[in-house]
């Protein structure tokens, strides 16, 4: 989800800098103890991430070690200390992580999935209890999960009728006819296929493909572009569109997953992006968003700090099936006791739909697991394991609110080891005991705290936080009170029509044509955005082309995933040239 910006001329996603530095790295080094007068244990090689301070430097000196490397563009040190110096490293100022630089041998089990091979959703489903969901013929049939994202291919797994329709394409692609709805990016189609992917005879085919919720259908609304790049404006406007047409025929719109967030810190009463998935949930629709990739004692992300909606964090299960030995995911964030995680979900090395050709598939290749598959880590893949499970229990229990669906899952839930004193102690999915809970009776629950009201008339640059845009051609800073198009944000006019579910007006959002005002088969209609211009004169002015779209200060990394197939994000440039209709395996949009 969300992470520190990049500094200019550093390669995209760099600040996301290495939850892990490899995705096969388990865990962090947990600390050394010593009896007193004993020889100090030997040298370790470590990774140590860091807040691109020089603080990082002196406090390896203090604990004795040396760099024998740097990773400038991933804020990260190669460090040789004695490994009884290393709890005292991890807490030192400028130091946000400290983890193995091994390699590791796979741990096999009887799945015959090794940690550095990735978790299949075969595995995961029976982990975390969807499987036997599936057995009693609950699959999340007829619930429709609005995933507001880079978009969704239609790849092996999402080609059943119905079970990709897409909404409007809010991205900067959406200009463009070869790339509107596709995820170019291979993000979106990642977490499509953990929801609710399903390949032909699952899920009772234990070796066909299936996604937490099988029988559920994605609403698939784009925001993101190849690179990942969106502004918190067209995230507000996509909320605002799910709320809008969440009965629509066909929809049913019972789920919002949101992986994405911001490092804004105005108050959630006011940010105008936490007060939109508030909005969303008291019209009765669950929203789950990623807590973000900052690492241990940081806090969640917006707008998964707003009390109300399900934040998620990650576990790592180390390659087993059991849970017993599960672990918080040392890049999940921990919040503080003020807001945390409410939940966690499996966000380690798992194996979903590969996006071929996408910039994660080019950018990291040794993330494709088979011709068909994909390995990723991060919140985001956590978010949507959350998601499936609230379509399945959506599927059993339609009249169940949002506020019912989160107390069934939080008190559902099982304990997991590294939850931080300073957060709630969430623990992690049983989809199992959150079904039998519900079978065993009414189910109450209020999410907000006492008093908690929100009104999103706060600012809408600060809702950016450090994330913004830059136009390619002018190198202008998207910024102010304005959203893409450069129109006038005001804060009371938005708020009480979004509150009404009345934001989008016959394709208009904020003043602007975004879209079309209607169905056109089995997608939304696109329409050009009335010109080709920007409209704010200090957002550019210039023309956008549809395939230019280049610098960002933030790249991908308000994306909640944190590490792709072994590496951590990192390329600054997309090597595809061009998307064409019979480039997804030889299907295509019907």
Not at 301 to 325: C, E, I, K, Q, S
Not at 400 to 427: E, F, M, N
């Amino acid at each position: 989800m969300n992470v520190r910006p990049s500094r200019p001329g550093r390669r995209r996603a760099a600040t996301l800098a290495i939850a892990l530095i490899a995705a096969t790295v388990p865990a962090a080094i947990a600390p050394a103890t010593a009896a007193a007068g004993a020889a100090a244990e030997p040298s370790v090689s470590v990774i140590v991430r860091h807040d691109g301070s020089a603080r990082a430097d002196a406090a390896v000196a203090r604990a004795g070690g040396v760099v024998t490397a740097r990773l400038r563009s991933l804020d990260a040190l190669v460090v040789r200390a004695p490994h009884d110096t290393l709890s005292s490293l991890r807490n030192a100022p400028g130091v946000l992580a400290v983890t193995a630089d091994r390699a590791l041998k796979p741990h096999n089990t009887a799945s015959g999935v090794g940690v550095g091979v990735g978790n299949t959703m075969s595995q995961l489903a029976a982990s975390t209890g969807a499987r036997g969901a599936w057995r009693q013929g609950v699959t999340g049939a007829g619930v429709g999960v609005a995933l507001i994202d880079t978009g969704v291919v239609p790849v092996a797994g999402l080609t059943s009728p119905g079970k990709i329709i897409n909404g409007p394409d809010l991205s900067f692609e959406s200009q463009t006819d070869d790339r509107r709805h596709l995820d170019t990016y291979g993000h979106g189609t990642h977490l499509a296929g953990i929801i609710a992917g399903r390949d032909a005879g699952a899920p009772a085919d234990t070796g066909a493909f299936a996604g937490v919720a099988p029988g559920a259908h994605v609403i698939n609304v784009k925001v993101g572009s190849f690179d990942g790049a969106a502004d918190v404006s067209q995230v507000i406007a996509a909320i605002d569109w799910v709320v809008a047409h969440r009965d629509d025929p066909r929809l049913n719109i019972r789920v919002l997953n949101l992986a994405f967030g911001t490092d804004g810190a105005q108050d959630p009463r006011l940010d105008p992006l936490s007060y939109a998935v508030d909005v969303a949930w008291r019209h009765g629709i669950v929203v789950t968003v990623a807590v973000g990739n900052q690492g241990a004692r940081r806090p969640v992300g917006m707008p998964a700090a707003n009390p109300r909606v399900l934040a998620v964090g990650a576990v790592d299960n180390h390659g087993t099936v059991t849970t017993r030995d599960d672990t918080v995911a040392p890049f999940s964030a921990s919040g503080a006791r003020s807001r945390s995680a409410d939940i966690h979900a499996p966000g380690v090395r798992v194996v979903s739909l590969r996006d071929a050709g996408s910039f994660l598939d080019l950018a990291f290749p040794q993330g494709r697991h088979d011709d068909r598959f994909f390995r990723g880590s991060g919140t985001s893949q956590a978010t949507a394991f959350v998601s499936g499970a609230a379509a399945l229990l959506l599927q059993k229990r339609p009249d169940l609110t949002p506020d019912q669906i989160k107390a069934l899952l939080t008190r559902s839930d099982t304990a997991v080891r590294g939850v931080l004193a300073a957060s709630r102690g969430a623990g992690q999915l049983d989809i199992a005991a959150a079904l039998r809970r519900l079978d065993r009776g009414a189910v109450t629950g209020d999410s907000a705290p006492a008093g908690w009201e929100a009104t999103g008339l706060g600012s809408l640059d600060a809702s950016r936080g450090t994330h913004r845009l830059v136009d390619p051609a002018s190198g202008v800073v998207l910024s102010g009170e304005q959203d893409i198009f450069g129109q006038t944000w005001n804060p009371q006019v938005w708020a009480a029509a979004a509150n009404q579910g009345q934001a989008w007006t016959d394709g208009a959002w904020n003043n602007s044509t975004w879209t079309g005002s209607g169905w056109t088969g089995t997608s939304w209609g696109g329409t050009s955005w009335g010109g080709t211009s920007w409209g704010g004169t200090s957002w550019g002015g210039t023309s956008w082309g549809g395939t230019s779209w280049g610098g960002t200060s933030w790249g991908g990394t308000s994306w909640g995933g944190t590490s792709w197939g072994g590496t951590s994000w990192g390329g600054t440039s997309w090597g595809g040239t061009s998307w064409g209709g019979t480039s997804w395996g030889g299907a295509s949009w019907g």
